[in-house]
């Protein structure tokens, strides 16, 4: 059984930081891409940043230039640096792990910009 356990999130003022942090335990593979979403009220689940193991990075075009993936593979880790946050970055945030035969999941974590 592999869960995907988030911390860091929280209430922000607009132009604040937060730092996410999402840990997998269980078996898991190294080979695989692991990824933040997010979800706010009324809208669909979107892709906020994506990293494979080899460290190739993808983010959305709203976060480009302020939020950074990085990840250690030893430490099945995964973390995502949020800088220069508004409001409309307001949401629940997902880790997501997938690879062969398998698509992960975390409880998710919230996270409020206040303006």
């Known amino acids: 059984q592999v869960q995907l356990v988030e911390s860091g999130g929280g209430l922000v003022q607009a132009g604040g930081s937060l730092r996410l942090s999402c840990v997998a335990s269980?078996?898991?593979?190294?080979?695989?891409?692991m990824g933040w979403y997010r979800q706010a009220p009324g809208k669909q689940r979107e892709l906020v940043a994506l990293?494979?193991?080899?460290?190739?990075?993808r983010y959305a075009d709203s976060v480009k230039g302020r939020f950074t993936i990085s990840r250690d593979n030893a430490k099945n880790t995964v973390w995502l640096q949020m800088n220069s946050l508004n409001v409309e970055d307001t949401a629940v945030y997902y880790c997501n792990a997938v690879g062969t035969g398998y698509n992960y999941w975390g409880q998710g974590t919230q996270v409020t910009v206040s303006s």
């Open positions: 269980g078996r898991i593979f190294s080979n695989n891409a």
């Open positions: 990293i494979l193991s080899g460290g190739t990075t």
